[in-house]
């Protein structure tokens, strides 16, 4: 069931919050036992057999919880052993389900070996749910999480918001809230949440699906073996950056929205990510869960055990950039393996390890960058405001780049795309542009740009919508910006980017204008329904 689909806004939403309110309002142990029957029917909507896969799974994962739980003091062994039993079967239970495939097609590819495999389909939201598992084991045998129940375990993991494409969520963030949840209406948590709810609505339907028809047909004649021009691949790049940036914009904000209807917030995860001005702070506005929880259980880790590993060697490691070995070990290194890795989380295929790899190479030239602009650079070119504008130029180039890869089907066809962008395969503009002679055939052929057939509507079309979304991306604050005074989100108090304003004007209240805006936006988003489109990261 998919949160911009008619059978959930009107029909699983309703029933799902009436029951919660009304069974709240006698016990708030049956409005929770509620939530969870309502998560696991959303879980099994789309397919009845996901409830008998992740039902063993938690349940395994919540005894060995307890096992680590009960051993971690008297006998530490027991303990640590069921951690790592616990991460092993996680990840195998991942990479069954998801991975299988992939290998078959590696194997085949390294030892000329055709093998076959039974078609594995793969449950829904398996990756997020995996991480939040692994987390929840750490998080116990840590001391972090040191009591829980078996009803708040599967609530923890099941809870239908954030239960398919995230935020990716800590055990120690969200029980204490739905321990103090009254399970009652309450008005704010309403207005909250429709406000969040209709403006991903709108993001996802409106927006991002808008985009997608200039840019699909594109990757698919590239996949067909045409050759990409330069305006046509900047449409395709661009084109998908800005789809995906509104379509996660719009599941995050949907995903906050429904949770705070039931009195609960979930962690900021999307933060106007095209404003960054370096992929490092990208990456600490996409996707932000899966950064914090890479950076907590990959990259620290890692890095940790090969400090520890130069000290034992007698090498310097009080700074990871006090010398090039030391960068390339300590920080180089770790962030490419965590990035690699966080590509092939993504999805099974060479193209989402590339796309990790290029991602992991660029974070790592932009520590180094940091460095040398810190020991050599003066105070005002590190924070002023003309370096800044360079370096968001920069990012926003890095990461349209990038994700042609994570958009393609094959290396092949991310390489047809790539070679249009920087025009080896020529420049061309659609035939009416030079059906009316002047000025502008004369400067066209000046600079060798060729006629093609496509459509002269289409192609303004999708420029008018990249400038369009790329203004209302570089320029307008986000919901949460928008919502700051009423704490949409855990988290949203500690981020005040630099260089950016709150716009007052522009901050919601309770007053008629906002309302009519509402309406309108709900509506537009609604209307927009007519044919189901999954949001892009529910396939990972």
């Given at each position: 069931m998919l949160f911009n689909s008619v059978p959930f806004i009107f029909g699983f939403l309703p029933l799902v919050l009436a029951g919660f309110y009304t069974l709240g309002h006698w016990r708030r142990d049956w409005a929770?036992?509620?939530?969870?029957?309502a998560s696991l029917c959303f879980y099994a909507w789309w397919r009845p057999l996901n409830v008998l896969l992740i039902t063993p799974s938690i349940l395994i994962n919540y005894v060995l919880a307890r096992?680590?739980?009960h051993r971690v003091d008297e006998r530490p062994g027991i303990a640590r052993t069921a951690l790592i039993a616990g991460i092993v079967f996680n990840l195998c239970f991942l990479g069954y389900f998801k991975y299988i495939n992939f290998f078959g097609v590696v194997a085949g590819d390294v030892f000329g070996v055709n093998m076959v495999f039974a078609n594995v389909i793969l449950p829904l939201g398996i990756s997020f749910i995996t991480f939040q598992k692994i987390a929840f084991l750490v998080d116990v045998h840590s001391?972090?999480?040191?009591?829980?129940t078996l009803k708040d375990y599967a609530l923890f993991v099941l809870f239908f918001p954030q239960l398919v494409a995230g935020p990716i969520v800590h055990y120690r963030e969200m029980m204490p809230q739905f321990h103090a949840a009254p399970c009652r209406f309450h008005a704010d948590d309403m207005a909250i949440g429709i406000v969040l709810f209709f403006f991903g609505l709108f993001k996802k339907a409106v927006l991002a699906d808008s985009i997608a028809a200039y840019v699909s047909p594109l990757y698919a004649d590239a996949a067909h073996g045409a050759q990409i021009t330069l305006f046509h691949a900047w449409i395709a790049a661009i084109g998908f950056m800005l789809q995906i940036y509104y379509d996660f914009a719009g599941y995050s904000e949907m995903a906050l929205g429904l949770a705070r209807f039931f009195g609960v917030k979930l962690p900021v995860n999307f933060f106007s990510p095209l404003k960054a001005a370096s992929v490092i702070e990208f990456w600490q506005r996409w996707h932000m869960t899966l950064t914090r929880f890479l950076t907590a259980y990959l990259y620290n880790p890692m890095t940790l055990a090969l400090t520890r590993r130069r000290m034992a060697r007698g090498a310097p490691a009080s700074s990871a950039t006090s010398s090039p070995s030391a960068f390339i070990t300590l920080i180089a290194f770790p962030t490419i393996v965590t990035f690699a890795i966080c590509g092939m989380w993504h999805g099974a295929g060479y193209t989402y390890i590339v796309w990790g790899f290029i991602h992991g190479v660029l974070l790592t030239i932009n520590q180094g960058w940091r460095a040398l602009r810190r020991a050599y650079l003066p105070r005002r070119m590190v924070i002023g405001s003309p370096l800044r504008f360079v370096g968001r130029a920069l990012t926003f180039l890095s990461v349209v780049a990038a994700v042609v890869i994570f958009r393609?089907?094959?290396?092949?066809?991310?390489?047809v795309i790539w070679k249009g962008m920087i025009a080896i395969n020529g420049a061309t503009m659609p035939q009416g542009y030079f059906d009316h002679g002047g000025v502008l055939v004369w400067i066209l052929q000046t600079a060798h740009v060729r006629p093609d057939p496509?459509?002269?509507m289409l192609f303004i079309a999708a420029w008018?919508?990249?400038?369009?979304?790329?203004?209302?991306?570089w320029t307008m604050p986000n919901v949460l910006q928008i919502l700051r005074n009423y704490d949409p989100a855990l988290g949203i108090s500690?981020?005040?980017?630099?260089?950016?304003?709150q716009n007052n004007w522009l901050s919601w209240r309770p007053t008629t204008a906002w309302s009519v805006s509402m309406a309108v936006i709900a509506a537009a988003g609604i209307l927009s329904l007519g044919q189901l489109s999954e949001f892009l990261y529910w396939q990972f």
């Amino acid at each position: 069931m998919l949160f911009n689909s008619v059978p959930f806004i009107f029909g699983f939403l309703p029933l799902v919050l009436a029951g919660f309110y009304t069974l709240g309002h006698w016990r708030r142990d049956w409005a929770i036992l509620w939530l969870i029957l309502a998560s696991l029917c959303f879980y099994a909507w789309w397919r009845p057999l996901n409830v008998l896969l992740i039902t063993p799974s938690i349940l395994i994962n919540y005894v060995l919880a307890r096992i680590i739980q009960h051993r971690v003091d008297e006998r530490p062994g027991i303990a640590r052993t069921a951690l790592i039993a616990g991460i092993v079967f996680n990840l195998c239970f991942l990479g069954y389900f998801k991975y299988i495939n992939f290998f078959g097609v590696v194997a085949g590819d390294v030892f000329g070996v055709n093998m076959v495999f039974a078609n594995v389909i793969l449950p829904l939201g398996i990756s997020f749910i995996t991480f939040q598992k692994i987390a929840f084991l750490v998080d116990v045998h840590s001391g972090r999480v040191t009591s829980f129940t078996l009803k708040d375990y599967a609530l923890f993991v099941l809870f239908f918001p954030q239960l398919v494409a995230g935020p990716i969520v800590h055990y120690r963030e969200m029980m204490p809230q739905f321990h103090a949840a009254p399970c009652r209406f309450h008005a704010d948590d309403m207005a909250i949440g429709i406000v969040l709810f209709f403006f991903g609505l709108f993001k996802k339907a409106v927006l991002a699906d808008s985009i997608a028809a200039y840019v699909s047909p594109l990757y698919a004649d590239a996949a067909h073996g045409a050759q990409i021009t330069l305006f046509h691949a900047w449409i395709a790049a661009i084109g998908f950056m800005l789809q995906i940036y509104y379509d996660f914009a719009g599941y995050s904000e949907m995903a906050l929205g429904l949770a705070r209807f039931f009195g609960v917030k979930l962690p900021v995860n999307f933060f106007s990510p095209l404003k960054a001005a370096s992929v490092i702070e990208f990456w600490q506005r996409w996707h932000m869960t899966l950064t914090r929880f890479l950076t907590a259980y990959l990259y620290n880790p890692m890095t940790l055990a090969l400090t520890r590993r130069r000290m034992a060697r007698g090498a310097p490691a009080s700074s990871a950039t006090s010398s090039p070995s030391a960068f390339i070990t300590l920080i180089a290194f770790p962030t490419i393996v965590t990035f690699a890795i966080c590509g092939m989380w993504h999805g099974a295929g060479y193209t989402y390890i590339v796309w990790g790899f290029i991602h992991g190479v660029l974070l790592t030239i932009n520590q180094g960058w940091r460095a040398l602009r810190r020991a050599y650079l003066p105070r005002r070119m590190v924070i002023g405001s003309p370096l800044r504008f360079v370096g968001r130029a920069l990012t926003f180039l890095s990461v349209v780049a990038a994700v042609v890869i994570f958009r393609a089907p094959t290396v092949g066809v991310a390489l047809v795309i790539w070679k249009g962008m920087i025009a080896i395969n020529g420049a061309t503009m659609p035939q009416g542009y030079f059906d009316h002679g002047g000025v502008l055939v004369w400067i066209l052929q000046t600079a060798h740009v060729r006629p093609d057939p496509s459509s002269g509507m289409l192609f303004i079309a999708a420029w008018l919508w990249i400038a369009g979304l790329l203004a209302v991306a570089w320029t307008m604050p986000n919901v949460l910006q928008i919502l700051r005074n009423y704490d949409p989100a855990l988290g949203i108090s500690a981020l005040a980017p630099p260089g950016e304003k709150q716009n007052n004007w522009l901050s919601w209240r309770p007053t008629t204008a906002w309302s009519v805006s509402m309406a309108v936006i709900a509506a537009a988003g609604i209307l927009s329904l007519g044919q189901l489109s999954e949001f892009l990261y529910w396939q990972f």
